[in-house]
């Protein structure tokens, strides 16, 4: 798969774990062959890297950027600004607007001056948008006013003038009210010279599921000027999964990467963990799984060859 996309000039990533690849070698062994972009799962999140105010842990993150490097992947930093896996200290409810806002953008400085110049991407904001369109109600929109998404861009370009910007959601995939909210969020921004490379679709699929307007939407976005990355691809099926459920969510797989790599712009296809063996989709959606292209023994499943052929 990787000597596939890298002879295309193409990204193909997974998010990676920092205790599985210091647990088991067969999976830092394929997440190492397999793949020239890597995403730190959980590493990078705020509760993760400053699990006590002031104190920070780089631990997970300092391991996936070391592994990355040794391997000559390209690293997205995943996420700086998000309503969830925050620490608790931060969301307590003492703090003030103005204390909110001083301490995102420390945190915002901190976490990518820390990887200048070794991060490639990063999902700046991670989810902003309600089903609807609107603006999602949360701690940063609460402290700073719907500015904080222009605030974060900002503040990350001081960082790392190189690190490509990215905004990143889910259910943006198709054309439909959230991905207009977020097409317009990102006209918006760049008429008024804020900070932003591109849109990331996360891409958390039901199997037969692609939605028909994919390619359509990623031209509306790369039309504007920016790039688009599939940033968490998973086809999740009803368990048990079936051979036909697993020969559609091949043909899902190829198709996305394949609508993805025909348009100018849309450079990488990520998924969100390569093999079912440790996929957060059981947990998060139960009787649903087997979303990876690998399986539980780490065999690759017929979406994997599909992936491979997009490629
Ligand atoms: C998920 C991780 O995979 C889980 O391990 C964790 O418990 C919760 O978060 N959208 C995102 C990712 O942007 O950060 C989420 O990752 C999946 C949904």
Not at 100 to 107: A, G, I, N
Request: some cysteine.
């Amino acid at each position: 798969m990787r000597a596939a996309a890298s002879a295309r000039g193409a990204l193909v990533g997974t998010a990676l774990a920092a205790s599985h690849l210091a647990a088991d070698p067969d999976y830092a062994q394929l997440a190492g062959s397999q793949f020239n972009s890597v995403t730190p799962e959980n590493e990078m999140k705020w509760e993760a890297v400053e699990p006590r105010r002031g104190q920070f842990d780089w631990s997970g993150a300092d391991a996936i950027v070391t592994f990355a490097e040794a391997h000559g992947q390209r690293i997205r930093g995943h996420t700086l600004v998000w309503h969830q896996q925050l620490p608790s200290w931060l969301t307590g409810g003492s703090l003030s607007p103005a204390e909110l806002r001083q301490l995102l953008h420390e945190h915002i400085a901190t976490e990518v001056g820390r990887y200048r110049g070794r991060v490639g991407a990063w999902d700046v904001v991670n989810e902003p948008f309600n089903d609807d369109g609107s603006l999602r109600s949360s701690i940063w929109k609460g402290a700073l006013g719907p500015d904080y998404i222009a605030q974060a861009l900002t503040w990350a370009r001081q960082a790392d003038p190189d690190a490509k910007l990215y905004l990143n959601d889910y259910d943006i995939e198709g054309v439909g009210a959230k991905s207009t909210a977020m097409l317009e969020l990102v006209g918006s921004l760049k008429a008024n010279g804020v900070p932003i490379d591109g849109v990331g679709f996360e891409g958390h699929l039901i199997v037969g599921q692609v939605p028909p307007s994919l390619q359509q939407n990623i031209a509306r976005f790369t039309g504007l000027g920016v790039s688009v990355e599939i940033t968490e691809l998973d086809v999740r099926v009803p368990l048990p999964a079936s051979a036909a459920d697993l020969s559609r969510q091949a043909s899902d797989y190829g198709r996305v990467a394949r609508e993805c790599l025909a348009a100018q712009g849309c450079t990488a296809i990520t998924v969100w963990g390569f093999a079912d063996r440790y996929s957060w989709i059981p947990r998060f959606f139960p009787g649903m799984g087997a979303a990876d292209i690998y399986d539980q023994q780490l065999r690759p499943k017929p979406a994997a060859s599909a992936l491979r052929q997009a490629l």
